[in-house]
């Protein structure tokens, strides 16, 4: 498994901007893919982005289709997700994800989680 590590929610007016960062330890990171899913209260867990082990492969929900952009640095051991144009519905705990398995959107194929980091996005 990878250990991983999210920093940089917080609060931000609707339309500004946030990049999420996650930090993973571990032998198997850079072969993993990763990912990043989102719970708003109320809500079930959903997949917001993903990427492949080589950054080859990138995947996005509809709902952040050209306004967020998911990165990874395989030197520095870390992911990025970031998060332009912010709409209130926007606003969730931000969890990232590492996977082995080529089906990046499943959050159940995920083995690796991190412990999540809240973004709040005001009207």
């Known amino acids: 498994q990878v250990r991983l590590v999210e920093s940089g929610g917080g609060l931000v007016q609707a339309g500004g901007s946030l990049r999420l960062s996650c930090a993973a330890s571990?032998?198997?990171?850079?072969?993993?893919?990763m990912g990043w899913f989102r719970q708003a209260p109320g809500k079930e867990r959903e997949f917001v982005a993903a990427i492949s082990w080589n950054s080859d492969r990138t995947y996005y929900a509809d709902a952040v289709k050209g306004r967020f952009t998911i990165s990874r640095d395989r030197a520095k051991n870390t992911m990025y997700l970031q998060m332009n144009t912010l709409k209130p519905e926007d606003t969730a705990v931000y969890y990232c994800a590492a996977t082995p398995s080529i089906y990046l959107t499943l959050g159940d194929r995920y083995d690796s989680w991190g412990q999540g980091t809240q973004v709040t996005v005001s009207s």
């Open positions: 571990g032998r198997t990171f850079s072969t993993y893919a």
